[in-house]
């Protein structure tokens, strides 16, 4: 049995950023991850938002801490050396009930203090935005708005925790959850964790972990979205975010150019009597780019390197019926963050989650010190952590001077990023364990190929690394990728690669 003041469940941003919050107070804190690495579950597949707080209701939670977190972006990202980029939005309108609706979300938006809203004619939009359709007839702009890559922020949370104390167990599904004297008692395959607190994160799973010891309240019931990314070819098609407020009922176009050059396309929403699952739909996929044609007809689609799909947590109030437990009333709309005695339950946040990680981390951390009578600050915590190499974004002498420390960074392995060796043997020094893993802290496997000319150089070096055979190297943490030995000498660019 182990002994903590605070065990978080879930590892994706809420529990990363619950655990980062809770590491500056002076408490033991224990994350349990059911999977081999975090950012593996809804947090890895979302629209990349820094929401203003100008879409959600007055007097909520919800709008208190997105206001809040929008305004403390750029500090939050700074400590924690993460991209970020303020290039605001301009929700187009293309017609008269559209027209209505920004209005509103104008009016709203400064009753809850969001600065420099302003609507704009035609003329100013297309000044601003001239690959935008001309028929768009009223646009509100949001200066505020911006973008992040939310693995990015992710690992960020993850890595400064970790550094600060915070202990994070992998393959650690917690299974049972039980009462016991002073706190709870956590089972896990092969552990038994013994808390104080325990502050449930476990996102599509947060009802079913809550239900482990609380009769059912909130349970989530999943719809799935899916998304389209453009090659950074693209970069600068769009230099805002735009959203397309439809005139009809149904879901508009998001377009957002994301800090990796990329432009992300997206998301739709599938009807909620389709099985939700992490797959594609190509109903979904072809909705998107009948959108793209109307709302920005000169985006070439050609250039679509990949597709994905999303999960919403959708939580809804639930009573019991005939033994069964049915949905009462709507979705619910607002955060759900429950107090019971001791446990404290995140159930079925969606967005502005991204936008809202670190507020919210904060939030449950000081709900959780309450419960632990105010144990303090931690005099060792550090809010820095120094983010992964980018040799990409290094200037000329900056890029020289590293290659001279350690030429395994002028050695160009995944060539349509430009990601070099040593930023791979980076990611994988710093937790990577699958290929996923090194995508989403290094970009190799992102561009154009997805990987198909840097995958075996990856697969090899992981499987050096975890001391494995190639074949029980996966992709994200499922199948492996392949079945045998390497027989081809991977592009590990000792050869012919390019070198910075
Ligand atoms: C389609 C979509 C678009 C979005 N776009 C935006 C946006 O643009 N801007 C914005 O601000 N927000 C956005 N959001 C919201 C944001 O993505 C989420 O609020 C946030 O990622 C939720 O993170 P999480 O930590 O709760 O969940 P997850 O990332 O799913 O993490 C939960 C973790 O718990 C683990 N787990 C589950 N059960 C157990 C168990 N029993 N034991 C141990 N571990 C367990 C899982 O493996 C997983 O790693 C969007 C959400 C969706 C669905």
């Not at 325990?198 to 909130?218: H, M, S």
């Not at 975890?466 to 390497?486: C, F, R, Y």
Request: charged share 25%.
């Amino acid at each position: 049995m182990e002994y903590t003041d605070v065990a978080v469940i879930g590892a994706g941003l809420l529990g990363c950023f619950a655990a980062r919050a809770l590491a500056a107070l002076d408490v033991h804190v224990t994350v349990l991850e059911a999977r081999e690495d975090v950012c593996t579950g809804v947090s890895r597949a979302n629209t990349a938002i820094v929401y203003t707080g100008c879409d959600t209701r007055p007097g909520t939670l919800k709008t208190e801490l997105c206001v809040r977190a929008n305004r403390d972006f750029d500090r939050l990202c700074r400590e924690l050396d993460v991209r970020f980029s303020r290039c605001g939005s301009l929700m187009a309108a293309f017609g008269p009930r559209a027209e209505g609706v920004l209005k509103k979300k104008l009016d709203q938006g400064r009753e809850n203090g969001v600065p420099g809203l302003e609507l704009l004619g035609p003329a100013e939009i297309r000044a601003m935005e001239p690959n935008l359709s001309p028929d768009a007839t009223l646009a509100l702009y949001a200066p505020g708005t911006g973008t992040v890559g939310p693995w990015e922020l992710c690992i960020a949370a993850f890595e400064n925790a970790r550094d600060n104390g915070a202990d994070f167990r992998f393959s650690q599904e917690v299974r049972r959850l039980a009462r016991s004297e002073g706190g709870f008692l956590l089972e896990t395959d092969d552990n038994t964790y013994a808390a104080k607190v325990v502050i449930n994160c476990a996102g599509l799973r947060a009802d079913a972990v809550r239900e482990l010891t609380e009769r059912p309240a909130v349970r989530i019931f999943p719809t799935a979205a899916d998304y389209l990314v453009l090659d950074d070819r693209l970069s600068g098609f769009v230099k805002h975010i735009i959203f397309h407020e439809p005139e009809e009922k149904g879901k508009g176009l998001t377009l957002v150019p994301t800090v990796d050059g990329a432009l992300l396309a997206g998301p739709t929403e599938r009807p909620r009597n389709t099985a939700p699952d992490w797959a594609t739909s190509r109903e979904g996929l072809e909705e998107l780019r009948a959108l793209c044609g109307r709302i920005v007809p000169g985006l070439p689609l050609s250039e679509t390197i990949r597709s994905f799909a999303a999960l919403r947590p959708n939580p809804w109030a639930v009573r019991e019926e005939n033994g069964q437990w049915a949905r009462d009333g709507r979705s619910i709309s607002s955060f759900t963050v429950l107090e019971e005695d001791g446990l404290i339950s995140l159930i079925g946040i969606k967005t502005p989650g991204l936008t809202c990680a670190a507020a919210l981390g904060e939030h449950v951390a000081a709900m959780a010190a309450r419960i632990l009578d105010d144990p303090g600050r931690n005099p060792r915590f550090d809010p820095r952590r120094r983010g992964i190499t980018r040799v990409h974004d290094l200037n000329e002498a900056e890029r020289a001077d590293l290659v001279r420390r350690d030429p395994d960074y002028g050695q160009v392995v995944c060539r349509c990023r430009g990601v070099t060796l040593g930023e791979i043997e980076e990611a994988i020094r710093r937790g990577a364990v699958t290929l996923e893993g090194v995508k989403r802290r290094a970009g190799a496997g992102m561009g154009r190929c997805q990987g198909s000319r840097c995958a075996e150089t990856v697969v090899k070096l992981l499987a050096e690394a975890l001391g494995v055979p190639p074949w029980q190297v996966t992709k994200d943490g499922g199948a492996a990728l392949v079945t045998g030995e390497l027989h081809h000498k991977p592009d590990n660019g000792q050869k012919k690669a390019p070198r910075y």
